[in-house]
């Protein structure tokens, strides 16, 4: 599927966001979850402490009417209370029991209602026969064994509130570590998402700029090779084009030069006089036919080296440092060109020689020179100076 840029950075955002939407709906998940569960657990918590507070003060009632039971002559009203309270007791314990699912406090809680049950039913007896001493024995042992169950009660419920609290910790703990797997999940994505996403947008980029780095090499035969229909694809379409325009003109200016060369060249060799062309460097470009006889050497010993480093003259380099230095015209300067041994001595060919005084090293001594005569040195101009170029035509007349 292509996509423009725009498209393309604005999924990049959407998938961003999803990212943190389904971060955040995670990790509330993950709260309300936390949150539910703590509040069941307190809401059961509470609802056992409301019981277990009603439960102790009908023990507490029963407890304190059996006293006056067994210190005081029984009334009927007493016994009436007493039956009374038994029974909200068992509603208590009845209650207390749909709370737990603990087998050995359900065993607690029942063996109270047998007590509670066996206390109402002697007290049930007494009333009904109206005797003060039925039974009245065995209720102050009923209510120590009621007394003694929720002792035994109470002291399993705290256990069991230990065994919450830690339930509760291992809740927490368990929500921390998935909140935080989940987390480093996100991060891990986010940081995938931000070394691929960034990359892929930056990909064309990177190939506009390579091309950009051959051309600044002269380097022509490259392309840029981008399929999709946006506005980087229009950018490297039109960059294609340029390189072909730019290749085209290079060679059309390769062209031209090749040929003011072969025309420069017919004209040197025109003038039948020595005609040399160096840079503001001091690298030679240039030497003409009458110029390569007169010093008996090879293209490739001159042509594109420094003429410190090549057989010329040192009366040729001079006039060309003047030149180079003062960027202005030298006229009349003295050349002598000597005569080089042993060069095609095997052909047989002749030159004409001279013999006469040069001077070298501050000594006058006399030497064979193929070359006694006058340079001018001619500089053409670039924008800048090391643009320029140096021609110097030899001649055995000065100069006028």
């Known amino acids: 599927m292509n996509l423009s840029l725009k498209n393309r950075v604005a999924a990049s955002f959407i998938v961003a966001n999803l990212v943190v939407l389904i971060l955040s709906f995670t990790v509330f998940h993950f709260l309300n979850g936390l949150n539910k569960e703590m509040d069941q657990i307190t809401a059961k918590s509470n609802k056992i402490s409301l019981l277990t507070d009603e439960i102790r003060i009908s023990a507490v009632l029963i407890l304190k009417n059996q006293r006056k039971i067994l210190t005081k002559k029984s009334t009927p009203e007493t016994i009436e209370k007493i039956i009374e309270l038994c029974d909200s007791f068992t509603n208590q314990l009845h209650n207390l029991e749909t709370l737990y699912n603990d087998p050995e406090v359900k065993k607690v809680v029942i063996k109270m209602l047998s007590y509670v049950d066996s206390l109402k039913l002697v007290l049930s007896n007494a009333a009904l026969f109206h005797r003060d001493t039925m039974g009245m024995s065995s209720i102050a042992e009923l209510a120590d064994k009621i007394l003694d169950a929720f002792s035994e009660f109470q002291d399993i419920q705290y256990f069991q509130s230990i065994e919450r609290d830690k339930k509760i910790k291992e809740i927490v703990e368990e929500t921390k570590k998935n909140m935080m797997i989940t987390l480093i999940i996100g991060f891990l994505g986010t940081i995938i998402l931000g070394l691929i996403i960034p990359g892929k947008i930056a990909l064309p980029f990177k190939k506009i700029k390579d091309a950009i780095r051959e051309l600044q090499e002269c380097n022509f035969d490259v392309s840029i090779y981008y399929n999709q229909r946006d506005e980087i694809g229009e950018i490297a379409q039109e960059m294609n084009r340029m390189i072909q325009s730019i290749k085209l003109f290079d060679e059309l200016r390769t062209d031209r030069i090749n040929v003011e060369n072969r025309k420069f060249d017919a004209l040197a060799n025109l003038v039948r006089k020595p005609v040399m062309v160096a840079n503001a460097e001091g690298r030679l470009i240039y030497m003409n036919n009458k110029l390569y006889s007169l010093m008996q050497v090879q293209m490739a010993d001159v042509i594109g080296k420094n003429i410190h480093d090549t057989v010329i003259p040192k009366s ?73 170029y140096y021609l110097m035509v030899l001649s055995e007349e000065i100069f006028t």
């Open 316 to 388: 040729i380099i001079e006039a060309y440092e003047k030149a180079i230095k003062r960027r202005s015209k030298i006229e009349n300067h003295e050349i002598v060109i000597p005569l080089r041994k042993n060069i095609n001595a095997e052909e047989g060919e002749t030159t004409v020689v001279d013999i006469v005084e040069v001077e070298s090293d501050n000594e006058k001594m006399l030497t064979e020179v193929v070359f006694k005569g006058f340079g001018n040195v001619i500089p053409i101009r670039g924008k800048e100076s090391n643009l320029d």
